[in-house]
């Protein structure tokens, strides 16, 4: 993880000096103490329109072109929230008045962490996906592309996020707690093989700091 966290800092091709890799390592201990992890996840048919998807049992729809290319190979997709909790937002709060540069670091083993989390959510679910054949597509989520951060309220409302994890939505569409994900994930058979969303995809690319440097 202490890659990643670096990769967020800016240290893409470079090794940070001892004491910027003092503070990583201890505010990665901090966080490993601080996130309280909680996820929650629900499986739904899709129903496949022009432009646009539903999903069965619910009135979530799936807009824009680039999730409908996403799921366009499946049936069935994922639905998954994912939360550190509470804590880790307050503590970066803290820091931000009191040392800014330990709250940034902070803020990137956040960011890396939530990451691990959700792979962890994922790896989990796809052991029981292989018994039936099946696997799951990478994961994309709200304000990727052209698939609306809008959507976010309307999201946590479909699996009740907000009963079981605590998570909330702020009129501008930003999850409460912040090191928070929602994202949709795709059931496909074993075999089939899909190119797997880059940078490019999201609609912050060429102002996000934490861009892996595609071309």
Not at 29 to 39: H, M, N, Q, Y
Not at 108 to 122: D, G, L, M, S, Y
Not at 139 to 161: K, M, N
Request: aromatic letters at 6%; hydrophobic letters at 35%; proline letters at 3%.
């Amino acid at each position: 993880m202490k890659q990643e966290v670096l990769r967020y800092l800016g240290y893409n091709n470079q090794l940070p000096d001892e004491k910027t890799s003092v503070l990583v390592d201890s505010c990665l201990e901090e966080i490993a103490g601080l996130a309280e992890v909680r996820s929650t996840h629900r499986f739904y048919e899709i129903k496949k329109a022009e432009g646009y998807l539903a999903l069965k049992g619910t009135n979530l729809i799936l807009a824009g072109t680039d999730i409908t290319r996403h799921l366009a190979h499946s049936s069935v997709c994922l639905l998954m929230a994912v939360t550190l909790g509470h804590k880790v937002d307050c503590k970066i709060r803290y820091y931000q008045k009191t040392d800014f540069s330990r709250a940034l670091v902070l803020d990137a083993c956040a960011t890396a962490a939530i990451e691990e989390a959700c792979n962890n959510v994922v790896q989990d679910l796809a052991q029981d996906l292989l018994k039936a054949g099946q696997k799951l597509t990478t994961r994309y989520s709200p304000g990727y592309g052209d698939f609306p951060l809008e959507i976010q309220s309307r999201f946590v409302e479909t699996i009740e996020a907000d009963r079981s994890i605590g998570l909330t939505v702020t009129s501008a569409s930003i999850l409460i707690p912040r090191k928070s994900v929602t994202a949709v994930a795709g059931v496909i058979d074993l075999d089939q093989d899909l190119t797997p969303p880059t940078c490019l995809d999201c609609r912050q690319y060429g102002q996000c700091h934490y861009s892996k440097g595609v071309e």
